[in-house]
């Protein structure tokens, strides 16, 4: 045996285990329930509160019961460090948040309440496994976790021909992109002799890329696989049409929650595991987060439809945030944090005014006049369409200025100048967006009032990006990488 | 006899090449799952090879965590598929075009 893992307590209490696990517990439990009592609550909001309240409960015990030091659980499968909670809290908020603002779409709609609330768990559940997975094995089952939950939640209106060809297409580029992450899981175990990730990393060092160019293709290809988890051109081609196809509450939590757990493994297999090859690393990420600014900034411009338009400027944040990776420093990866947390929150908060709006939230054109029926909702938007382009005093902007200070650190000057440039680029698309709401005169009558719930959410995500963009520190404390 | 490792490494790279060349190729849905379960199943046997080899367990571990999740996907997958037929009977790849600007 080559790889020798790092095994703790090999017949130690199961049940110390268990407690790294209570968020993810609470969420798998919360799920059956709702599984098992689907038929009974089919006309009322049982499923909602209890998921929500699962959220919370996930979110505090995630910071209850986070061990002082970093823990290794489940014979060095998972672990639960700073890095872990950070990413649960994050997620267990986005579900929260996209329970909130699913009341609407889902009360309005045949859509069976108990299987999608348990499905938006289950997804998470994977998402908070991949963030604290430690081990090539829990890495994909978390990440494949997600996918599959995804996918159906992408494709839950079986009776819209949209929506069933969205899944299909996500499902299609899904299960290519995982197997592709599968040879390279298996060609780094045939190439160390270990599927954890420090196992990885001591038999890298031992015999790295210079020694071994052969190992150049597992890590391309465990690259491109999770590359395409956070939908980083060129493989981002299935999250435009996932996301205008499905119900807009499920692109949220695709755009926000899928995004973070993609980054989260990604920030953790490029540090840890491949930690001793930052140069050819730092060369894949460059190229794939230089072509998605570009690319999600470009092509945004072109769109008319919200959900398409937000698919794209997804795109564009997810190359800012590989940026963060690609000093392979816990510095960068903290930036990458910091990144990630604030664009799940405004994401959220974008698309949650685009629900708010209903049918006619999801086409550009509709949002003419909105300023003068809407003012508050309207004043939302502008606040979230300033941080997305990354003015002061938004998260947005402290977002991009930590991530674009650690390119500038990391001697990818070229790369810092490109994503000031596309910001202005990406300027153009926000803007339109409120020239629309505030210069032009309303052509139809005022949208319905909006369900409270999904109030609280927006109002919940404008108050992060108002104090993310004021006091941006508050939260580096938290950001710690692994 | 034990076959060599080469021969493994060489028959399951060939195998995911026919894998990827069919997802690439065929416009029919059904034929892509089967592409991707192909992928898979030359990962299955790299990962036997690779633990064979190494002396090691853990690769036959993953092996059958993959056979499970192919499973599941192929699952899901075909359950799609059916609901496309329904509303769209006798649909491949290249009629799916109504996402798009």
């Known amino acids: 045996m ?36 689907a038929r009974r609550i089919r006309k009322t909001p049982v499923a909602i509160v209890l998921t929500v309240a699962a959220a919370v409960a996930a979110a505090l015990s995630a910071v209850w019961f986070a061990p002082a030091e970093p823990t290794t659980g489940f014979a060095g499968m998972i672990t639960v460090d700073g890095y872990a909670t950070f990413f649960r809290v994050l997620i267990a908020a986005t579900v929260g948040m996209t329970t909130l603002l699913s009341v609407r779409s889902i009360v309005g709609e045949e859509v069976p309440r108990g299987d999608y609330h348990a499905l938006l768990l289950l997804a998470a559940t994977g998402m908070m496994f991949s963030a604290s997975a430690i081990d090539l094995l829990t890495l994909y089952l978390g990440l494949e976790l997600t996918t599959l939950c995804a996918i159906v939640l992408v494709g839950i209106k079986v009776d819209r021909p949209l929506a069933n060809e969205a899944a299909i297409k996500y499902f299609l580029l899904a299960s290519f992109a995982s197997a592709l992450l599968l040879y390279g899981i298996a060609l780094t175990y045939g190439a160390t002799g270990a599927t954890d990730f420090a196992g990885i990393a001591a038999a890298l060092s031992k015999e790295g890329l210079a020694s071994a160019p052969f190992l150049l293709v597992p890590l391309g290809l465990v690259t491109a696989g999770l590359a395409f988890k956070i939908a980083a051109v060129p493989f981002h081609a299935w999250a435009p049409d996932a996301y205008q196809g499905a119900s807009a509450p499920v692109a949220a939590f695709l755009a926000a929650g899928s995004k973070a757990a993609g980054l989260a493994a990604l920030g953790r297999v490029c540090l840890v595991a491949f930690g001793s090859e930052t140069e050819v690393l730092s060369l894949l990420l460059a190229g ?27 795109i564009a944040h997810a ?16 930036a990458m944090m910091t990144y990630a947390f604030f664009y799940v929150f405004m994401t959220l908060g974008a698309f949650g005014v685009v629900i708010a709006l209903g049918k006619r939230g999801e086409e550009l054109d509709r949002y003419q006049g909105l300023a003068s029926q809407r003012p508050g909702m309207a004043a939302l938007m502008l606040l979230f369409l300033l941080s997305l382009t990354g003015i002061p005093p938004t998260a947005g902007f402290a977002a991009k200025f930590v991530i674009i200070q650690s390119a500038v650190r990391a001697d990818h000057i070229a790369l810092a100048i490109l994503a000031v440039v596309c910001s202005v680029i990406s300027a153009f698309i926000y803007m339109r967006v409120v020239v629309l709401m505030y210069m032009k005169d309303p052509q139809e009558a005022a949208p319905s009032r909006v369900p409270i719930a999904v109030t609280v959410a927006i109002a919940l995500a404008a108050l992060v990006t108002l104090v993310g963009g004021i006091s941006p520190g508050s939260l580096t404390a938290w950001a710690v990488s692994p | 006899m034990i076959v060599p490792m080469s021969t493994v490494l060489a ?24 592409s991707t379960e192909v992928m898979l199943n030359a990962v299955n046997l790299s990962l036997a090879g690779f633990s064979q080899h190494l002396d090691d367990p853990r690769g036959q571990v993953l092996a059958l965590f993959v056979i499970a999740v192919a499973a599941a996907e192929a699952a899901v997958g075909l359950g799609i598929v059916i609901a496309l037929n329904r509303n769209k009977p006798g649909a491949g790849v290249g009629d799916l075009t109504d996402l798009k600007q």
């Not at chain 1, 199961?14 to 009592?37: K, N």
């Not at chain 1, 987060?289 to 959900?307: N, P």
């Open chain 1, 2 to 37: 080559i790889g020798t893992v790092v095994t703790q307590k090999a017949s130690g209490p199961v049940l110390d285990d268990l407690v790294l696990v209570v968020p993810e517990l609470i969420f798998v439990g919360t799920a059956l329930l709702l599984i098992l009592i």
């Open chain 1, 288 to 314: 794939l987060a230089a072509l998605s600014i570009i690319a999600g900034s470009v092509l945004a411009l072109s769109q008319t439809d919200m959900k398409r338009l937000l698919a794209y400027s997804s």
């Open chain 1, 319 to 334: 190359g800012y945030a590989v940026l963060g990776l690609l000093a392979g420093t816990g510095e960068g990866v903290s």
């Open chain 2, 11 to 34: 028959v399951s790279a060939i195998l995911f090449g026919i894998g990827v060349f069919g997802f690439l190729a065929r416009r029919n849905i059904i034929l892509m799952l089967v």
